[in-house]
């Protein structure tokens, strides 16, 4: 149980910073990154609820990549706002429309965690069937209901700032992990944990590009709305047209 948590929160930190790739500042002769439709989330056949509820509890309802992300934002902001001053925009515009582009990007982080949010749905979905192959009815119950238990999402707070603090469990954070090793799905789970990672791991994997080319339409729409009539034609024409 240890490793696979330690590897849950390593595998999330690590993806959060490829989500929240610092967008490079815009250039006139760039090209207008594609931003592709939003497809309609995949129909989920019955037999595969109890798998969708122990990947929405895993990812979502544990809050572990909220976590992640609001960590790597964090970490990346401060190396942003020097990139984006640095650049050649950044240097040509006011001082007005450098407080308003500053201001903008300290929405970032509430951006990125919309479009995370927006997309873990689909992950959960084209992941579940994979998970259904590994547990039964019973045993997806039980892990979801760990995973949902509040103290678990004390302790991966704990492991995304720092994941050396698997080895400093609290008391009635052990209890609940004996208590769920104890169950079908904690014994379940313990013998296909591995396969599991795999399953979650291929699922962020398979949305990170995609969620980047969404970011930097919505970084470039919303800075040349923030520099106003200092948005420079080039950039300005990088803009996607309302839909």
Do not use: W
Not at 90 to 109: L, W
Request: glycine share 6%.
């Amino acid at each position: 149980m240890r490793k696979f948590l330690i590897a849950l929160a390593v595998t999330c930190a690590a993806s959060a910073p490829s989500f929240a790739q610092e967008p490079a500042a815009p250039a006139p002769e760039a090209a207008a990154p594609a931003l592709a439709p939003e497809a309609a989330a995949p129909a989920l056949a019955p037999e595969h609820a109890g798998a969708r509820d122990v990947l929405q509890a895993l990812l979502i309802d544990s809050g572990i990549m909220g976590l992640a992300v609001d960590q790597a934002i964090s970490q990346m902001l401060p190396d942003l706002r020097n990139s984006m001053s640095s650049s050649r925009l950044g240097q040509t515009i006011s001082p007005e429309a450098r407080q308003r582009m500053d201001a903008y990007i300290n929405t970032m982080p509430t951006i990125l965690r919309e479009e995370i949010d927006a997309v873990l749905p689909e992950v959960v979905n084209t992941s579940a069937p994979r998970v259904t192959a590994l547990f039964n009815a019973r045993e997806m119950e039980d892990i979801a209901e760990f995973f949902r238990d509040e103290r678990l999402r004390t302790l991966m707070a704990r492991m995304i700032a720092d994941p050396n603090a698997a080895s400093t469990f609290t008391r009635d954070e052990e209890r609940a992990l004996r208590r769920f090793a104890g169950t079908r799905g904690g014994r379940a789970f313990g013998t296909k944990s591995d396969q599991l990672m795999g399953i979650v791991r291929d699922g962020l994997e398979s949305i990170s590009a995609p969620l980047q080319g969404r970011l930097a339409v919505r970084a470039i729409t919303g800075i040349c709305e923030a520099l106003a009539e200092e948005c420079p034609p080039g950039v300005r024409a990088l803009v996607p047209a309302p839909t």
